[in-house]
């Protein structure tokens, strides 16, 4: 009996009226949802590599006294791009693209601010317009590439264990990245922001329908009303204190993530692990800002 392949593009549909089968084109509703989602991932990894790196960027422009020049548009045009493809080139290979399809993505978020630059020096384009019909002709670009390489198999990616560790790690590495800034010019957050901590995970539990478990809503309202009664606390304290009382509010609050990461009964173990690590390092940043303000 012949075997119809598993990536074969076409059905057959065998007719109870005859003895032949007709072959008919499969549907493209597949291809079509791959390509988009494909597309949407990219989009998706590029913002984050924006809002990844950005204040990366600006560290060090101000460390370096190169802000300024990073600012001027067609820079500023340039590392947006390299943002998106840091971000873009992760995800993609992560994915297991091949790099040529990746070269081309990342040509495709590059060649379109690189088009504009000229007209941009020739006072033809201001800033705002360089950036904006950057990003409007990377689209089609990108389409393009993604059509390309939609029947593309899938590369042969041999990650190395420490690689593979570190991706598992993804949340906390995260949490670190959106605190990279705040380590140049620590400052002490409003005792206000304390409200927030708690809420999280009532919210997820709400949504994920998590907080029925024997005792689960009492503890995390009891965590509720305890950040409520530190943060009024601090905001009646006021000064230094209130400042101390803020870092053992959200020190204590990594603690707090760290029962929910072992236990899992109301929010997955990622945002346990992301709250944890951000918690610890505004904590440890807060105290930085303490010791260094006379």
């Not at 329908?209 to 601090?234: D, M, N, S």
Request: proline share 5%; net charge positive.
């Amino acid at each position: 009996m012949e075997k119809t392949p598993m990536y074969a593009d076409t059905t057959t549909s065998v007719r109870q009226h005859g003895s032949l089968a007709t072959a008919q084109p499969a549907p493209s509703h597949g291809t079509r949802r791959r390509l988009l989602w494909h597309l949407a991932e990219m989009a998706l990894a590029m913002v984050a590599g924006m809002v990844l790196l950005g204040p990366l960027w600006e560290v060090a422009g101000t460390v370096l006294g190169v802000a300024g020049a990073l600012a001027r548009p067609e820079v500023a045009a340039l590392v947006m791009a390299t943002n998106m493809t840091v971000g873009m080139t992760m995800w993609m290979r992560y994915r297991a693209h091949h790099w040529r399809g990746v070269a081309e993505m990342a040509a495709a978020m590059y060649v379109p601010f690189l088009l504009l630059v000229v007209p941009f020096w020739a006072g033809l384009l201001d800033g705002d317009a360089l950036l904006l019909g950057g990003h409007l002709l990377m689209v089609p670009a990108m389409v393009l590439v993604a059509l390309r390489h939609r029947h593309e198999p899938q590369a042969v990616i041999r990650r190395h264990p420490a690689v593979v560790a570190l991706a598992r790690r993804w949340p906390a590495g995260l949490a670190l990245l959106l605190t990279a800034d705040l380590w140049v010019d620590p400052t002490v957050l409003s005792p206000w922001t304390m409200l927030v901590l708690p809420g999280g995970y009532l919210l997820i539990g709400v949504a994920r329908r998590t907080l029925r478990g024997p005792g689960v809503l009492a503890i995390q309202l009891a965590g509720l009303a305890a950040w409520v009664t530190l943060t009024l606390v601090a905001v009646a304290a006021g000064g230094r204190a209130a400042a101390w009382l803020v870092v053992f509010g959200w020190l204590a609050h990594s603690g707090w993530d760290l029962v929910n990461h072992r236990t899992g009964r109301v929010a997955p173990r990622g945002y346990a692990e992301f709250c944890g690590v951000l918690d610890a390092a505004l904590g440890g940043m807060m105290i930085l800002a303490i010791m260094t303000t006379t």
